[in-house]
């Protein structure tokens, strides 16, 4: 059971380049989360997803967009990537509010130069 | 709206020392509240949770956390702590009511002096 996985770990990225963070989950959950992490400031809520087929906005959706056609697999696309999106993202899995924890992969970092 | 405050942002404490780490939040109805952790360079892991019942929970490398209604609190406690301790801890409440999204708070940095 590899829980939430995460690729690539590292990236450095030309401002206006694209990519998209793959983030996979053996566990069955219907829910799953994106993050980012910049120093100091916790983490901010970029996308969700409540099952396949069903995303919606989070806190700071800009810049970015998202699928869920399985529920296992929630990529996180960047289009046109600008220097404010350096940062570190997290994928986050659960069963579901509010009971139940959210299980978080081990993270991306991303540096666009 | 549901918020979760962590006024610290940095505690130090000495190793072998106890510790506290705050949490206040603001909701309106009973809360379901997480402490994790995050080590350097790795994602987040859950420390413990309440939901309701005996209102000290215990969770997992030896700490606890206390909810005081009262005082919309959530303390995380350790009585002695080890070097392996030092990273950030999260506060967080899931939401009732139809909302999918955990809030959590900004995070407490410990640093453990030896």
């Known amino acids: 059971n590899a829980g939430v996985t995460q690729t690539p770990k590292f990236r450095i990225l030309k401002i206006g380049q694209s990519m998209t963070l793959q983030c996979t989950q053996d566990?069955?959950?219907?829910?799953m989360y994106w993050y980012r992490q910049d120093p100091g400031m916790g983490l901010k809520l970029i996308y969700y997803?409540?099952?396949?087929?069903?995303?919606d906005k989070g806190e700071v959706p800009n810049g970015y967009n998202v699928s869920r056609s399985t529920t296992e697999d929630f990529p996180l696309r960047l289009e046109l990537a600008a220097p404010s999106q350096t940062s570190v993202y997290f994928c986050?899995?659960?069963?579901?509010?509010?009971?139940?924890?959210?299980?978080f992969g081990p993270g991306t970092r991303l540096t666009v130069l | 709206a549901q918020s979760v405050t962590q006024p610290d942002i940095h505690i130090t404490v000495s190793e072998g020392a106890s510790l506290e780490l705050r949490c206040n939040y603001s909701?309106?109805?009973?809360?379901?509240l997480f402490w994790y952790v995050q080590s350097p360079g790795q994602g987040l892991q859950l420390l413990l949770k309440?939901?309701?019942?005996?209102?000290l929970v215990q969770g997992i490398k030896g700490f606890e956390a206390e909810f005081k209604r009262s005082q919309s609190s959530f303390n995380l406690r350790k009585p002695s702590v080890h070097w392996s301790d030092a990273a950030e801890y999260f506060c967080?409440?899931?939401?009732?009511?139809?909302?999918?999204?955990?809030?959590f708070g900004r995070g407490t940095s410990l640093i453990v002096h030896p």
């Open positions: 997803s409540v099952g396949a087929g069903i995303t």
């Open positions: 986050a899995s659960s069963r579901g509010t509010p009971y139940n924890e959210q299980f």
């Open positions: 309440y939901f309701s019942g005996d209102t």
């Open positions: 909701y309106g109805a009973t809360p379901y």
């Open positions: 566990m069955n959950h219907n829910y």
């Open positions: 967080a409440v899931d939401p009732t009511g139809g909302s999918y999204i955990p809030t």
